[in-house]
């Protein structure tokens, strides 16, 4: 691919092999038609997306097991959306979210080197605070996401952006690799109404590497 390296890797999650196309590393840019600068994305950023970060590998195993039946499903912030894949392959009702211009391309890479369908995408804007944002995105019964508030301001965009799409009853599930940002996220979304429980991970990763974050789970 023009102006960036890829790369393919097999993961190993509950006994199956998922095959991932992400970029080659974390140095990798190139926005030549100024589409992520359109949307505020940053270069120091840009190639955040397309790493399998330890987080996305926690959510990933949670939703290996984690309750699907009948429940409208959105990943936020899904990078290369190893749950969604996940989910899906379990025939969860599930949509893909995210504001990398190359979310959607990687997406369907990955969907075709895992012999999966179809799953529908969707950007999603979280510095907007208006109600009319998104509006194909809808409500689901469960919002999930992994290390999601680098930033300062992202705690209050995020939970606003959640409140939106969270379903009367929604739970929302965050797999946060303690930054600092957590705290201001728990205070934002109980200002909107949701009770947080929170817990260690407890997991490894397929390599035996221990992982030191916690899920942060919401209800309202």
Request: net charge negative; glycine share 10%; charged share 20%.
């Amino acid at each position: 691919m023009p102006g960036y390296q890829v790369k393919t890797e097999t993961l190993s999650l509950g006994g199956t092999d998922w095959h991932i196309r992400g970029l080659i590393d974390d140095q990798q840019f190139n926005d030549t038609h100024h589409a992520a600068a359109d949307i505020g994305l940053p270069s120091a950023g840009w190639s955040h997306f397309g790493q399998v970060w330890p987080s996305s590998r926690v959510l990933a195993l949670a939703m290996l097991t984690h309750p699907l039946t009948g429940l409208r499903v959105l990943e936020i912030g899904a990078g290369l959306a190893l749950a969604s894949l996940v989910m899906h392959r379990r025939g969860a009702d599930v949509t893909v979210s995210d504001w990398h211009p190359l979310t959607e391309e990687f997406l369907r890479h990955n969907l075709v080197l895992n012999d999966l369908g179809p799953l529908p995408y969707q950007a999603g804007n979280w510095e907007s605070v208006a109600a009319t944002d998104n509006p194909a995105l809808g409500r689901f019964d469960l919002i999930v996401g992994s290390d999601l508030l680098y930033e300062r301001q992202q705690p209050a965009q995020l939970a606003a952006f959640i409140h939106r799409h969270a379903a009367v009853g929604a739970q929302i599930v965050i797999v946060d690799p303690d930054r600092g940002n957590r705290a201001a996220f728990g205070r934002d979304m109980g200002m909107l109404g949701f009770v947080l429980t929170m817990q260690a991970a407890g997991r490894k990763l397929e390599d035996g590497t221990a992982y030191k974050g916690r899920f942060l789970s919401f209800t309202r």
